[in-house]
């Protein structure tokens, strides 16, 4: 079954999934509240009708999501412990992974033993894909929605509590709390009834957003005090370097949502982050205001993602990828701003 960004049957993603058994739910590497809320969506359901179903993923769950684990649902991936169950699984769901690779090292256990896999995502993906089955909306704002679209459709019971707190996890996270652009009324409706359904929304919210750590706010004031603005501003560009990181004592997911923040100051239009992985690879990240794409550029530099929100991992020095990738945006930016006059 292949629906790259064409109209979804969901009925035989229903057949294909009411004729596994065993099923592993999995979500990409650093995982966010789209894959974590989508995986805990469809296990409560599947739970629910009898199926043998974790959820396994390469990345341990982020402190902030501990909400969603009150079952302790997600477990991370452990060959010795879980290649015994695994060897089984009738089906592997992957959510939200934009590529297939970002499943790290649950890519090897899939090969090793030939399982048959469903992609569902709304990150773009070639016709060419690496799945057995491939089930793709570019226009849902989250994969969450779709686990909501495929609930409603399919379901012969309630949708679970629980799977509502897992969907509205996934929609609030991927649209910035109903801010960015990819926020369209029906995500409000989707919220609308996740309250109607029990989801105490404030606290979600909270969970999430109010919960910063002192590292995160030493790591921002350090990184606010260090913009770079080219372009009278259109672009904004900062750094995070490993220094950076130790002497806040933060970690990985301390950095997310630092573009976004860099993209919201007035005028700005694309914001870009070089993170200093290690001494071999810097992560770039794009975010823009919606008025010129960036996802071309990423792809450019060997990365991709959606129009407005794109990555890359660029192999190289901190400095050799600075100079590369600013450059580029610049360039990049300038034409389109030449070409929107
Ligand atoms: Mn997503």
Redesign the pocket.
């Known amino acids: 079954m292949n629906f790259n960004n064409t109209p979804i049957d969901w009925t035989k993603v229903h057949n294909l999934i009411s004729s596994a058994n065993r099923i592993m739910l999995t979500t990409h590497e650093n995982p966010?509240g789209?894959?974590l809320g989508?995986e805990s969506g469809m296990y409560y359901h599947l739970k629910e009708i009898g199926k043998d179903i974790r959820i396994v993923n390469y990345s341990p769950l982020p402190d902030d999501y501990n909400f969603l684990n009150l079952d302790s649902i997600f477990e991370s991936y452990d060959k010795s412990i879980h290649d015994s169950w695994i060897e089984n699984v009738d089906l592997v769901i992957i959510?939200?992974v934009?590529n297939f690779v970002r499943i790290r090292t649950i890519v090897d256990a899939i090969k090793t033993y030939n399982l048959t896999t469903l992609n569902i995502?709304?990150?773009p993906h070639p016709e060419e894909h690496p799945f057995t089955h491939n089930v793709v909306d570019l226009s849902?704002?989250?994969?969450?929605c779709m686990v909501f679209d495929y609930l409603t459709l399919v379901s012969e019971k309630p949708i679970p509590k629980e799977s509502y707190l897992g969907i509205y996890t996934?929609v609030m996270?991927?649209t910035g709390c109903f801010r960015y652009s990819n926020t369209n009324q029906k995500c409000h409706e989707i919220a609308i009834q996740c309250l109607e359904f029990g989801v105490e929304t404030h606290t979600v919210y909270q969970k999430v957003y109010e919960n910063s750590t002192k590292s995160r706010m030493r790591l921002m004031g350090d990184l606010l005090s260090n913009l770079h603005y080219e372009l009278n501003g259109n672009l904004a560009w900062f750094i995070i370097t490993q220094d950076m990181m130790i002497n806040a004592n933060a970690q990985k997911s301390d950095v997310d949502g630092f573009s976004d923040l860099v993209r919201s100051i007035q005028g700005v239009e694309v914001a870009l982050m070089i993170f200093e992985s290690n001494s071999e690879n810097c992560r770039i990240n794009f975010r823009s205001k919606g008025n010129y794409v960036v996802n071309d550029i990423a792809k450019s530099l060997g990365g991709g993602g959606?129009a407005f929100a794109a990555g890359a991992l660029v192999s190289g020095s901190l400095d050799d990828v600075k100079k590369i990738v600013v450059n580029l945006s610049i360039e990049s930016l300038q034409n389109k701003i030449n070409k929107a006059l």
């Open positions: 966010d789209d894959g989508a959510f939200d934009g995502d709304h990150h849902a704002a989250a994969t969450g996934a996270t991927d959606h």
